[in-house]
T-cell receptor, first 117, second 112 residues
Framework: GAVVSQHPSRVICKSGTSVKIECRSL??????MFWYRQFPKKSLMLMAT?????????EQGVEKDKFLINHASLTLSTLTVTSAHPEDSSFYIC?????????????FGSGTQLSVL | GQQVMQIPQYQHVQEGEDFTTYCNSS?????IQWYKQRPGGHPVFLIQ?????EVKKQKRLTFQFGEAKKNSSLHITATQTTDVGTYFC????????????FGKGTRLSVIA
């Protein structure tokens, strides 16, 4: 199946710093990628839809100025958590489908565990 | 928006017992997907059901899509310790361009 690579897998940062997470589709082009957030033992909550070459679509309640998404190419989307605070500590995971536009199965990256001290 | 309700939240079984998780929606679904997430891992696609009343099998796993396309189930026969993990159902959102909405998941523990 398709492969989605996410980096880094784990990051620890100080409060107030920014953290960038990369999500790459390795063997297919993804015009759309999705960013999810998962708290321990909870479900995946969609944060935003990343659209190649245009602005991301954020879900209600997600601060777009705090969670900056850039999808500059068909194989790379980045999520930057700006001015991170301890409450931003979570598991962030990206996904992409290998067939546009919707309803196709998603391939997930391995996730990034963010810990903000 | 679209919501899929999934039960139970947790299930502990003895190895060899069967296990079932259920997913329900108040609206008709175009399709439903199932994912498995191992502890510490990321979700992995298991299957997609599209047709009304569809039943698909993968070894000891049986997936069903209801006749009304509003509910689905995943049944595991004779569980093994390798089945441990959280099973999520997921369905497309209400409008054409919304991504998958996930159920809360069922966390399966298998006691050897």
């Amino acid at each position: 199946g398709a492969v989605v690579s996410q980096h880094p897998s784990r990051v620890i940062c100080k409060s107030g710093t920014s953290v960038k997470i990369e999500c790459r589709s390795l063997d297919f082009q993804a015009t759309t990628m999705f960013w999810y957030r998962q708290f321990p033992k909870k479900s995946l909550m969609l944060m935003a839809t990343s659209n190649e070459g245009s602005k991301a679509t954020y879900e209600q309640g997600v601060e777009k100025d705090k969670f900056l998404i850039n999808h500059a190419s068909l194989t790379l989307s980045t999520l930057t958590v700006t001015s991170a605070h301890p409450e931003d500590s979570s598991f962030y995971i990206c996904s992409a489908g290998d067939r546009a536009p919707t309803n196709e199965k998603l391939f997930f990256g391995s996730g990034t565990q963010l810990s903000v001290l | 928006g679209q919501q899929v309700m999934q039960i139970p939240q947790y299930q502990h079984v003895q190895e060899g017992e069967d296990f079932t998780t259920y997913c329900n929606s108040s609206t008709t679904l175009s399709n439903i997907q199932w994912y498995k997430q191992r502890p510490g891992g990321h979700p992995v696609f298991l299957i997609q059901l599209v047709k009304s009343g569809e039943v698909k099998k993968q070894k000891r796993l049986t997936f069903q899509f209801g006749e009304a396309k509003k509910n689905s189930s995943l049944h595991i026969t004779a569980t093994q310790t390798t089945d441990v993990g959280t099973y999520f159902c997921a369905a497309p959102g209400n409008s054409g361009n919304t991504p998958l909405v996930f159920g809360k998941g069922t966390r399966l523990s298998v006691i050897a």
